[in-house]
């Protein structure tokens, strides 16, 4: 049985920073390609952020070079460290794990937690 549980979202200026969590149980990270997604108002699940095989690292264009990907084994925890955060940031952030190693797609995954919401404004 597999679990997971977000948390760290909330409100957040322009430019500030947030660190997501990822608590999880019943798997173990190595098995799992690990993902962020977000999904905003009126639009689609978009893929934010992957792991595979603890290092190996994946981003969406527009988060690249201001959101990190990683995870805590020993405390089962899967992070999005996001940093220079826009309006656009806002959404609800989701963790998912894929146990097949597919691809980053919405479709692709197997789990998923129940979201948390990041609101960015000036």
């Known amino acids: 049985q597999v679990q997971l549980d977000e948390s760290g979202g909330g409100l957040v200026q322009v430019g500030g920073s947030l660190r997501l969590s990822c608590a999880s149980s019943?798997?173990?990270?190595?098995?799992?390609?690990m993902a962020w997604f977000r999904q905003a108002p009126g639009k689609e699940r978009e893929f934010v952020a992957g792991?595979?095989?603890?290092?190996?690292?994946y981003y969406a264009d527009s988060v690249k070079g201001r959101f990190i990907i990683s995870t805590d084994n020993a405390k089962n925890t899967l992070y999005l460290q996001m940093m220079g955060l826009r309006p656009e940031d806002t959404a609800v952030y989701y963790c998912?794990?894929?146990?097949?190693?597919?691809?980053?797609?919405?479709?692709?995954?197997?789990?998923w937690g129940k979201g948390t919401l990041v609101s960015v404004s000036s």
């Open positions: 998912a794990a894929d146990s097949e190693y597919s691809d980053w797609r919405p479709e692709d995954m197997d789990y």
């Open positions: 019943g798997l173990t990270f190595s098995r799992y390609g």
């Open positions: 792991l595979r095989w603890i290092t190996t690292t």
